[in-house]
């Protein structure tokens, strides 16, 4: 079976652009989270999706948003790039959403911002 | 909020040695997870092993153990027989059972594990 898959893998985008990432959970997985990872520091919580629905949102601005498609699988919008927002971001999917699921991550997408 | 520490931003031992990774972490609620997960230079983070915070008795996963102690909220991870694989960043994550888990893991800044042939 194959895991999480996320693409695109690299990307650079300049400031005040918009990026989406996608992720395509494990088969059977209907929950999705997104968590963002700064160089040198943990991941930090994001967003979680679950059945299509917005189950859980972190400390994180409006410009960023995400959405849950009928297969499970998920975008993550960013919008006005800031050069902050230059890190790797890890999807990770779980059968459900509940505190005691195991998630299991994708190797990422890393955003360049310049 | 929760807060996650892992106030040991490198650790180095021997292959074949045993290395204890530290964590502790601050939070009032009396039902939780914890985790440790492994971050190789692949970037894809890998559960090591899991710990619910109702049972006293620790988590054990081959040569991966944990020293949980609820009352200092404490959460170490003991690697045994260190092998050239288990060369990564470690990371630890509390994460609620309250509210469904909708807060996500909360992790620390982690432990470069460094293992010397």
């Known amino acids: 079976d194959a895991g999480v898959t996320q693409s695109p893998t690299h990307l650079i985008k300049t400031r005040g652009q918009h990026v989406t990432l996608r992720c395509s959970p494990i088969?059977?997985?209907?929950?999705v989270s997104w968590y963002q990872q700064v160089l040198g520091q943990g991941p930090q919580f994001i967003f979680q999706y679950y059945e299509k629905e917005e189950r859980g949102r972190g400390n994180f601005p409006d410009r960023f948003s995400a959405r849950q498609f009928p297969n499970y699988s998920s975008e993550l919008n960013v919008n006005a790039l800031l050069l902050g927002d230059s890190a790797l971001y890890l999807c990770a999917s779980s059968v459900r959403f509940s505190g005691a699921n195991v998630l299991t991550f994708g190797a990422g997408s890393r955003l360049t911002v310049l | 909020a929760q807060t996650v520490t892992q106030s040991q931003p490198e650790m180095s031992v021997q292959e074949a040695e045993t290395v204890t990774l530290s964590c502790t972490y601050d939070?009032?609620?009396?039902?939780?997870?914890l985790f440790w997960y492994k971050q190789p230079p692949s970037r894809q983070m890998i559960l090591v092993i899991r710990q619910e915070a109702y049972k006293q008795q620790n988590a054990t996963e081959n040569r991966f153990s944990v020293n949980f102690q609820k009352a200092a909220k404490s959460f170490s991870l003991k690697i045994s027989d260190s092998q050239l694989g288990d060369a990564a960043m470690y990371f630890c994550a509390y994460r609620s059972a309250d509210g469904g888990g909708a807060d996500g893991l909360t992790f620390g800044k982690g432990t470069h594990l460094i293992i010397q042939p």
């Open positions: 088969s059977g997985h209907k929950s």
């Open positions: 939070t009032s609620e009396s039902d939780y997870y």
